[in-house]
């Protein structure tokens, strides 16, 4: 496996999913630790940014209370059409806003309209005692907001600075598995075989 630099390898695999139409390609799960310390795992979108990679998130949400305590967490990126999987250690740090309007008016509608809900109404995550509560408060806002509203100052978008990323190639049949991993050093990454 020729890689020298994870980062650009792994932007090259999801376009590469992207291209085999892979369910997975847009995806990533990240790791967090919560108050009590346990690990808390979630299915999120990853973008492209330039030069790496950065989730957008709100600030209510349970994730963005636990970066803003402690930046560093784990992401994974798994692609069943190239049978291959990436774990990054990632710290995160807050993007432009600039970076978060542009990404932001490309999300649908109503992710829109709930980020403004998330910050007026119902944090992310918070219970909630009646469904219905939370579909008007949704309505009143889309009503209200204009046909390009602006992104509230509780959304985030976070880079992720990676510091140690792994690579697993899965391969069929009696073949080994390859598995390597680069940690960054002052001179560029450096490249360890593990044992898959």
């Known amino acids: 496996m020729a890689i020298a630099d994870p980062v650009l390898a792994l932007g090259a ?50 994730k963005g209370r636990q970066l803003q305590r402690d930046p560093r967490c784990q992401v994974a990126c798994w692609y069943p ?13 807050a993007l432009d806003r600039t970076v978060l309007a542009e990404h932001w008016h490309r999300r649908p509608r109503s992710s829109q309209v709930l980020d403004h809900v998330y910050a007026r109404e119902f944090p992310q995550s918070s219970p909630l005692a009646d469904p219905k509560a939370l579909h008007a408060a949704h309505g009143r806002l889309d009503a209200s907001l204009g046909d390009h509203p602006d992104p509230p100052p509780e959304a985030l978008a976070l880079r992720l600075d990676v510091h140690v990323a792994e690579c697993l190639q899965i391969h069929p049949g009696s073949r080994l598995h390859e598995r390597w991993q680069f940690t960054c050093g002052e001179a560029g990454w450096l490249r360890q075989a593990l044992v898959p």
Do not use: H, M
């Not at 059409?81 to 740090?93: C, T, Y």
């Open 13 to 62: 695999d999801r376009q590469q999913a992207r291209e085999l139409a892979d369910s997975n390609a847009e995806l990533c799960w990240l790791a967090t630790v919560d108050d009590a310390g346990w690990p808390q795992v979630r299915a999120l979108v990853l973008r492209d940014v330039a030069g790496g990679f950065a989730l957008f998130i709100n600030a209510t949400s349970a």
């Open 81 to 93: 059409s190239l049978q291959r999987q990436w774990r990054l250690k990632a710290q995160v740090r």
